[in-house]
């Protein structure tokens, strides 16, 4: 499956923005798909995930109460709603896929989009 990340851009702090990830190639409604950060020199982090009938999900505790993960099978998008954001969220986002379950941790993913990159200003 081949993700696209896309809906990154500049905000002030306290402002929203929606990250969306689009899928083509396999069945995305058979995959769960979680959002990953990674700020510069700084390690990737967990942000949200969601499974595959976007029953479940699961937030990262930097986010949690502020940023909403959903998804939408019929159109193949996963998207990140991100509010009261502050400028430690600035990072470039990620989505990822997998056939199996949704993890924490970015190792067990199978696939990865190429990234958006969130700034936001104080």
């Known amino acids: 499956v081949q993700l696209q990340a896309s809906g990154g851009g500049l905000v002030q702090a306290g402002g929203s923005l929606r990250l969306s990830c689009a899928a083509s190639?396999?069945?995305?409604?058979?995959?769960?798909v979680g959002w990953f950060r990674q700020a510069p020199g700084k390690e990737r982090e967990f942000v949200a995930a969601i499974s595959w009938s976007g029953g479940p999900t699961d937030y990262g505790d930097s986010v949690k109460g502020r940023f909403t993960i959903s998804r939408d099978n019929a159109k193949n998008t996963v998207d990140l709603q991100m509010a009261s954001l502050k400028p430690e969220d600035t990072a470039v986002y990620y989505c990822?896929?997998?056939?199996?379950?949704?993890?924490?941790?970015?190792?067990?993913?199978?696939?990865w989009g190429q990234g958006t990159l969130v700034t936001v200003s104080s």
């Open positions: 190639g396999r069945t995305f409604s058979r995959y769960a």
């Open positions: 990822a896929a997998d056939s199996r379950a949704y993890y924490r941790g970015s190792l067990p993913y199978e696939f």
